[in-house]
């Protein structure tokens, strides 16, 4: 048929990634977690997703990922087609002028295949390890200025000195005719720009719609998520650009299995479950976010539970439940291009964890495709 002779997304807009946080239970070992992770590339690789982003976390045991360009470099190495791109870089904790010359290496070491992700940081005990007042928000300032000082690094040729509130930078002259910034990355003007956005009028969303970067909307309910587009038009519309839906990405909890009851059973009753309970949850109520999770506002936060997350907000379900479910979702929100499935390990159980990315791709994407 079409389908086997074409890559599977020919025919539609629709888009396949994954966005991994990346989340493993506090006992793995963290060369196991590592390997679960660099497994995942491999096989998102050979079933054809378009991308996947690995965040960068310095103080969460279920997030245990302080360098993702450790991962990403490796998976370059064992991947063909697939671009791959932290989700992202914490600015606030990296010298800009070092960071911009490493994400340039990394994009020579990808041969044109890196998105480069980028991300305030909002884990208070990241900010207390780095002494960044979070609270005060100098973490998007922060961000902000490292963009900057990145961006101009790159495209100029001229020395400059940049003397900014948290860094200062200079791009030197050459020196004895031997010495001089040489560093830059292989894509033009530089890779895509993604970044992540968790709050109703996102700062960081506003930035996406001002620089024309890729928006990445984090795993909330999906009515409340709607709100995040409104923030990358408003900056859009401040330097007068037309930002693109299909640019959108759309980060969700995901499983599919042959029946509704078993991927039920795979989801809530397993590792995705287990994460939400013992970590998602409880990080979420102690930062007040449970508004967001909910369907309606008068939800009780008693009520708000792995199963309620799964019954109104993940995507489980067979290939026909998760096609209709997906469908509804692009309605609702007003349309994404690109569905990132929210990566949990299961590396307990790698054959469900496999199975379930297949099943995406070969059964529910075509019956997306119209999107």
């Not at 946080?21 to 793995?28: D, G, L, T, V």
């Not at 063909?80 to 932290?86: C, K, Q, V």
């Not at 401040?238 to 640019?247: F, K, L, Q, Y």
């Not at 469900?352 to 994407?365: A, P």
């Amino acid at each position: 048929s079409l389908h086997d002779a074409l890559p599977i997304s020919v025919g539609g807009n629709m888009k396949l990634g994954y966005f991994g946080m990346p989340s493993h239970p506090p006992e793995r070992p963290l060369r196991e977690g590592f390997e679960w992770d660099l497994q995942v590339i491999r096989w998102l690789d050979e079933l054809g997703f378009s991308e996947a982003w690995f965040g960068e976390h310095h103080t969460a045991p279920w997030e245990p990922n302080p360098a993702p360009d450790l991962l990403i470099a490796q998976g370059f190495a064992q991947t063909e087609n697939i671009r791959l791109g932290p989700g992202g870089f914490l600015l606030p904790y990296h010298h800009p002028a070092e960071l911009a010359n490493r994400v340039a290496m990394l994009d020579h070491i990808s041969n044109g295949r890196l998105n480069f992700g980028v991300a305030a940081s909002g884990i208070p005990s990241d900010w207390t390890m780095f002494n960044v007042d979070g609270e005060a928000g100098d973490n998007r300032l922060m961000t902000r200025e490292a963009l900057d000082i990145i961006l101009q690094l790159w495209s100029s040729d001229e020395p400059f000195h940049y003397e900014g509130k948290y860094w200062q930078v200079d791009r030197p002259e050459e020196m004895f005719g031997l010495l001089r910034p040489h560093i830059k990355p292989l894509q033009t003007p530089h890779p895509p720009i993604g970044v992540a956005g968790l709050s109703k009028g996102s700062d960081t969303l506003k930035l996406a719609g001002e620089r024309g970067f890729i928006p990445m909307s984090l795993n909330l309910n999906p009515g409340y998520v709607a709100s995040h587009w409104e923030s990358v038009e408003i900056g859009a519309a401040r330097v007068g650009r037309t930002p693109d839906r299909s640019e959108w990405r759309m980060v969700r909890e995901v499983f599919v299995a042959d029946t509704d009851e078993e991927a039920w059973r795979w989801s809530v009753g397993a590792h995705m479950g287990r994460m939400y309970r013992e970590y998602f949850l409880p990080l979420l109520n102690n930062f007040g976010f449970f508004e967001f999770l909910k369907h309606a506002p008068d939800v009780p936060d008693s009520d708000i539970s792995a199963e309620y997350c799964a019954t109104h907000n993940w995507i489980v379900g067979s290939p026909d439940t998760v096609a209709a479910s997906i469908e509804q979702m692009y309605e609702r929100v007003g349309g994404f291009g690109c569905l990132l499935v929210l990566g949990f390990d299961y590396a307990d159980d790698p054959s469900r964890w496999r199975h379930s990315l297949e099943l995406l791709q070969r059964e529910v994407l075509p019956r997306v495709a119209h999107l």
